[in-house]
Every structure is written in structure tokens, then in C-alpha cells.
């Protein structure tokens, strides 16, 4: 099993450019989420799913939008990249139940320009 | 108040030694308890659980205290491979829609 998988590792754009980034799990969670770290800031949640065909925003949800596309993909879309958005992004999946561990992709480290 | 406090540290101790770390959180409905490490430049991953008697994985012992919402991580013989950053995470405010709320974390170097 691969567990979390995300596409790309790196990326950079400029400024109102747009992209989308991909994140896919193969542990059959029902839960998903979009996180961005940022030095000094910790994890922020972005967005997140809890089930196919639902979404809701999170902490930081402005500029961003995301499509839980099936069970498996849950992907993330800058549509116009402002410098502010330059961050880590994870994504992350949870099985159900409160002490479920919740595993995180290896990261996209975005650079806008 | 923030929902989840940590001290950022660094902590910078010699291999061997105790090391401890604390964490605050606010909300009193939160239902569950973890600590993450996050090494440099990777994503975070699962510790430990939390349990409400306390729990030990080997060198590891985590602690929560409900009343003062308060949650300890102690670390023993300290290993240069345990140099990372720790999170602390707290999840639930409720129902199934809680999220995980995660700390800044603390920065452990442990040098030779």
C-alpha cells in the first residue's frame, strides 16, 4: 500500500497563475484534508472531506478550492497564486473513529513568485 | 488563548538525557489526545495516543490530565535519532465532524 500519494513535490508559479495538486489514499478513508505549514505557524487546515461528495472549509479556506473527486482523490486548486499562498501543503486521510490515526502525504512544497 | 500551546523550544540535550515536553489545549469538549513527530522537511507522523490513564511505548510515556487540560510527553535515555519535532494534536469538539487541531510543536535537538 502506498498510503497518502502527492503530486507534485515541487512547484513553482507566479503570481496569479493557477494549479491544482493532487493527493490520493489507498486505505479506504473516509475522511481528507488540505493543510499548509508555514515557519512559526504550524499546520493549518485548509479544507476537508468527510466523505465522498462532501467538503468544508477550514482554517484558511480563501483562495483555495478543492474537489473530493472520488473515495480515493481529494485534490486542492489555487486558481490565481498570490506569493502569500507560498507554503507546504499536506494532505492528509483519517479512518473513522477519534483515535484513528490520521497519515499525511510527503508534502508539496509550492513557491509563488 | 490558543486552542492547542506548546513551547517552541529548541530543547537541546545530550544523548541520555529526560526530556519533557507540555502542551495546553482549550477547548474541554476536545475527545482525544495525540503527540506527532515531524522530522525535518517530511510530513508528521503518529507517536503516540493519548490516553486518559496514561500510556508508555518504550522510552516514550504520555500523560493526560483532563481537569487542567494539560498534556505531558517524556521522553527517557535520549537517542540522537529522536532530534525532530514533536506536535502536539488534539481532535473532536463533538460529533464526527471534529477536526485535528495541532500545535506548532517543539523543536528536540539532541546532540552527542
Known amino acids: 500500500n502506498a498510503g497518502v500519494t502527492q503530486t507534485p513535490k515541487f512547484q513553482v508559479l507566479k503570481t496569479g497563475q493557477s494549479m491544482t495538486l493532487q493527493c490520493a489514499q489507498d486505505?479506504?478513508?473516509?475522511?481528507m484534508y488540505w493543510y499548509r505549514q508555514d515557519p512559526g505557524m504550524g499546520l493549518r487546515l485548509i479544507y476537508y472531506?468527510?466523505?465522498?461528495?462532501?467538503?468544508d472549509k477550514g482554517e484558511v479556506p480563501n483562495g483555495y478550492n478543492v474537489s473530493r473527486l472520488n473515495k480515493r482523490e481529494f485534490s486542492l486548486r489555487l486558481e490565481s497564486a498570490a506569493p502569500s499562498q507560498t507554503s507546504v501543503y499536506f494532505c492528509?486521510?483519517?479512518?473513522?473513529?477519534?483515535?484513528?490515526?490520521?497519515?499525511f502525504g510527503p508534502g508539496t512544497r509550492l513557491t509563488v513568485l | 488563548r490558543k486552542e492547542v500551546e506548546q513551547d517552541p523550544g529548541p530543547f537541546n540535550v545530550p544523548e541520555g538525557a529526560t526530556v519533557a515536553f507540555n502542551c495546553t489545549y482549550s477547548?474541554?469538549?476536545?475527545?482525544?489526545f495525540f503527540w506527532y513527530r515531524q522530522d525535518c522537511r517530511k510530513e508528521p507522523k503518529l507517536l503516540m495516543s493519548v490516553y486518559s490513564s496514561g500510556n508508555e511505548d518504550g522510552r516514550f510515556t504520555a500523560q493526560l490530565n483532563r481537569a487542567s487540560q494539560y498534556i505531558s510527553l517524556l521522553i527517557r535515555d535520549s537517542k540522537l535519532s529522536d532530534s525532530a519535532t514533536y506536535l502536539c494534536?488534539?481532535?473532536?469538539?463533538?460529533?464526527?465532524?471534529?477536526?485535528?487541531?495541532f500545535g506548532k510543536g517543539t523543536k528536540l535537538s539532541v546532540k552527542p
Open positions: 472531506s468527510a466523505s465522498e461528495g462532501t467538503t
Open positions: 477547548n474541554s469538549a476536545s475527545q482525544s
Open positions: 494534536v488534539v481532535w473532536g469538539y463533538g460529533g464526527s465532524q471534529g477536526n485535528l487541531i
Open positions: 492528509a486521510s483519517k479512518g473513522e473513529g477519534s483515535y484513528n490515526e490520521q497519515f
Open positions: 486505505m479506504n478513508h473516509n475522511s
